[in-house]
């Protein structure tokens, strides 16, 4: 950006002045094209931690959510405990798979 302004600002000055109003120009041209690049990176940082803070309050109360659910979840198993349910004592035995070929 400060490269845009030296060069505006030198073809600006040296139309009003010559080589001095060139000189000049490409100064003025220079300090103000560095300027704004440092006011856009201040406004890009600002942007990204304004969407830091909001995907981790976002976050956060996904994580709230949850830590209720578990409660709740944690909470049943408490009140109401489950019988151990047994296994079948017979466990039907695995038949080879017959293949018709031809």
Do not use: C, H, K, Y
């Amino acid at each position: 950006m400060w490269f845009v302004g030296l060069l505006l600002g030198a073809w600006i000055g040296a139309t009003i002045d010559g080589f001095n109003g060139a000189v000049g120009g490409g100064l003025i041209g220079f300090a103000l094209g560095f300027a704004m690049r440092q006011l856009m990176r201040r406004q890009d940082s600002a942007a990204e931690e304004g969407d830091a803070q909001r995907r981790l309050a976002a976050l956060e109360a996904r994580l709230l959510a949850l830590e209720a659910r578990l409660i709740a979840v944690e909470a049943d198993e408490v009140r109401q405990p489950v019988a151990p349910t047994l296994a079948p004592t017979a466990a039907r035995a695995r038949q080879p798979i017959r293949m018709n070929i031809g």
